[in-house]
């Protein structure tokens, strides 16, 4: 099946970083500056929470988005829940998308698939966009369990309330957990079958996702970034140590959209 043309994003996730706002804010200033061209897709950066309002107010009058790394899975908007940011805060401040699912969240934070769902749908319901991180261990891959794996975790999206209403505002993150910042990236061959059958297996779960962009994330740099963006199959890039300095994330982004030109 000749795949659709999908958007184009490439989407820098600054995890716990930098240490201090003014580094942030510095970040932040440097990114803006450049020139992506952004006819050709979409730059979005992801700070900690702590940094996102200062982050939104740099970005604001420019075609940077930002968006944050995690919402609540508490529906509601506010409560006695100690630690969390729920979604409508997040989108009160003027947070566009959210990650849900990043794998140092499924390990460090033993997240479920119960509130993975709620935390799609708190998002949904707040007009924000989701990015859903899906990806196999190294045991896994090993194993062979790649796809078993992938279609577990995606699986979740058929519990999602009226998904078809929010098809537009769904990205996949493919990151596999042993390509995240160990400098280690599968052949792009690899990705692409993989990316072949998350697009078989969205089709199942409703028509509405044939346009969902599927990404490619875990080490990706200025150097190797043009060979996944010569892949049809990979619609952009999730990346982590890159998007911290802004020649690199400025580098990156713009080899990636020109491939894609
Ligand atoms: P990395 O992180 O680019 O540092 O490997 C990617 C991610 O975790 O999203």
């Not at 003014?22 to 970040?27: D, E, I, P, R, S």
């Not at 979005?44 to 790394?69: E, F, R």
């Not at 899906?134 to 999602?160: M, S």
Request: include cysteine; proline fraction near 2%.
């Amino acid at each position: 099946m000749t795949r659709v043309t999908k958007d184009n994003w490439v989407i820098g996730n600054w995890k716990s970083n930098p240490s201090s706002l003014t580094q942030a804010k510095n970040l932040a200033s440097e990114i803006k500056a450049v020139d992506f061209d952004t006819n050709h897709g979409q730059v979005m950066v992801m700070p900690t929470n702590l940094h996102l309002t200062s982050i939104i107010d740099a970005m604001k009058d420019t075609a940077i988005l930002v968006g944050c790394q995690d919402v609540s899975f508490t529906s509601d908007s506010v409560g006695a829940y100690t630690g969390d940011c729920s979604a409508e805060q997040m989108q009160a401040i003027g947070a566009k998308w959210t990650l849900v699912g990043h794998s140092e969240r499924r390990t460090y934070h033993q997240e479920s698939d119960k509130q993975l769902i709620a935390k799609i749908e708190n998002a949904f319901k707040n007009n924000m966009g989701v990015v859903l991180c899906i990806g196999e261990t190294l045991t896994e891959y090993e194993k062979g369990q790649t796809l078993n794996v992938l279609h577990k975790q995606l699986a979740i999206l058929k519990e999602i309330n009226k998904l078809k209403n929010h098809a537009k505002k769904l990205i996949i993150a493919y990151e596999p957990v042993w390509a995240i910042g160990t400098g280690k990236v599968p052949q792009v061959t690899e990705v692409e079958k993989v990316h072949q059958n998350i697009d078989d297996y969205l089709l199942t779960v409703h028509d509405s996702l044939i346009q969902t962009p599927i990404l490619y994330g875990g080490s990706v740099n200025a150097d190797n970034v043009e060979a996944f963006a010569q892949s049809n199959c990979i619609d952009g890039v999730l990346v982590g140590g890159a998007s911290l300095v802004a020649d690199k994330f400025a580098s990156l982004a713009k080899t990636f959209f020109a491939t894609k030109k």
